[in-house]
């Protein structure tokens, strides 16, 4: 006999067992993308690690890739020797401008191709010019090397990048780290607008005199626009326009919590904005001359690679020189450790949560996170492909 959805329901509850909600088909691409979306392009290293002819390996979306600079330009190739499967990043080994050595049995490749060109333990051997390693598009901007991870033939940088990062008067500078957690909650984290709560007590807020509530709440449904019909896509967030800040918070009637922000006089994070294939775009942020964009870039189902990056206006070497001095002693230490590290720390505390897969259907969200669910459509919708597992 046929057993019906009610009856499936009071039985599960009769088990004390919660009976599972359906996915919702709006966002289902997005819930099935734990190591991000294909056919993109994606930040894989600082330029200048690429310096004095390095080889560096790097993982991107469950991808093992080695990078190296040739004749000016950037390389890359799986990092994995044909031989025996052995990453060349462990040891690199590069006796030609243009090639790789396994450290293991000599295998050596060439980097624009792949090619198989000599095999240093059998000198003439057959498997020569027979063998090729994948090989991957690379390209460099504002001292990024951006690799891309796909099947289709590459698009332009500009469509796979926030508004403005390309400017040629924005000079960039900034870190990279790795979190222990799957990159959704990256993602989620910082276009999150109330999980500004985690920051109350961070040294930013007085060290630069911004003004920062304790959480920001919207007024309606207008102040998120999406953008779907070109390059790139996103979704964006007017905060300041549209919502409405809380600098004191109560319980039962005695407060509990106040802003340290409330009297302090510049204003940031007019704009906040997610674009694909997962990047954040904050304007201005730390400070009103300054842009933060934050790529969280998957490296496994449980790890992201954290890009942050400042971007300020400047109109010449002199400019760019002291931008560049005033990010290493100043905002690489009160931003983007000072106030961001509180971020890494939110993302690694949902990890237990949302490595199981029914969390998604048992997360409570509330009125201000209208952003994050309109990201998790476009996313679903708009996506290029998703990355398979091995």
Known sequence: MAISKAQRANDSRAAGKRAPRRRAASRAAYLEA?????????????AHELADGRAIGVRLLGENILLRRVG?????????CLHRGVRFSRKPECYTADTITCWYHGFTYRLSDGKLVEILTEPGSKMIGKLALKTYPAIEAKGIVFVYIGERAPGELAGDVPPNFLDADLEIDGIRDAVKTNWRMGAEN????????IHRESPLVRGNNIVLPLGLYP????????????????????????YRPVFEAAIGGNTV???????NQKIVAREVSIWMPGVLKVDPWPDPALIQFEWYVPVDVDEHMYWRVLGKRADGP????????????????????GFNDDDIRAREAMEE???????????HLFNADRCIIEWRKLASRHNRGLQPFA
Do not use: C, Q
């Not at 910082?190 to 709560?197: A, K, R």
């Not at 790139?232 to 326009?241: I, Q």
């Not at 949560?353 to 997360?363: L, V």
């Open 190 to 197: 910082g276009f999150d607008t109330t999980h500004i709560y």
């Open 318 to 337: 002199a400019a760019a020189g002291a931008f560049h001095e005033e990010f290493e002693t100043r905002w690489k230490t009160l931003a983007l450790h």
């Open 219 to 242: 007024n309606d449904r207008h102040g998120i626009s999406t953008y779907a019909e070109h390059e790139p896509k996103g979704v964006l967030d007017h905060a300041f326009e549209n």
């Open 72 to 80: 000016g330009s950037a390389m890359a190739v799986e990092d994995r």
């Open 34 to 46: 734990k190591l991000g979306f294909r056919n993109y392009w994606y930040p894989a290293a600082f």
């Open 353 to 363: 949560f949302y490595r199981n897969d029914d969390a998604w259907e048992r997360e």
């Open 257 to 263: 919590a106040r802003s340290k922000g409330i009297n």
